[in-house]
């Protein structure tokens, strides 16, 4: 399973897009790809955004889902998607914590 992964040109926040053609920040937010072709697709629309200006670099990334949602298989990607590994009040899992507990 794969998603892609990008920057937002505005504020270079790493972002990803799953099937609905939406970036979102959070990539529990995306559903990954299952085939080939989907992610040529993907990586289509995303050179479509390069264009547009809305995101640079994009690339796609192996993920694994679970129950508990999906995860980069990587550390870099991991990284990437939720912030430093020494400081878990910063980052997007720290973003991530203050809803789970407001929830």
């Known amino acids: 399973m794969k998603v892609v992964t990008a920057n937002r040109l505005i504020d270079g926040i790493v972002v990803f897009l799953g ?3 939406r970036w979102v920040e959070q990539i529990d937010d995306v559903s990954p790809f299952e085939d080939d072709a989907a992610i040529e697709a993907a990586l289509a629309y995303a050179a ?5 200006r809305e995101i640079v670099e994009p690339y796609a990334i192996d993920v694994r889902a679970d129950k508990h949602g999906v ?5 870099r990607e991991a990284i990437r998607a939720k912030g430093p590994t020494v400081r878990l009040d910063l980052g997007k899992q720290a973003e991530r914590a ?3 507990t407001a929830a």
């Open 19 to 21: 099937r609905s053609q």
């Open 48 to 52: 479509r955004c390069v264009e547009a």
């Open 71 to 75: 995860t980069p298989v990587r550390l």
């Open 98 to 100: 203050t809803v789970d």
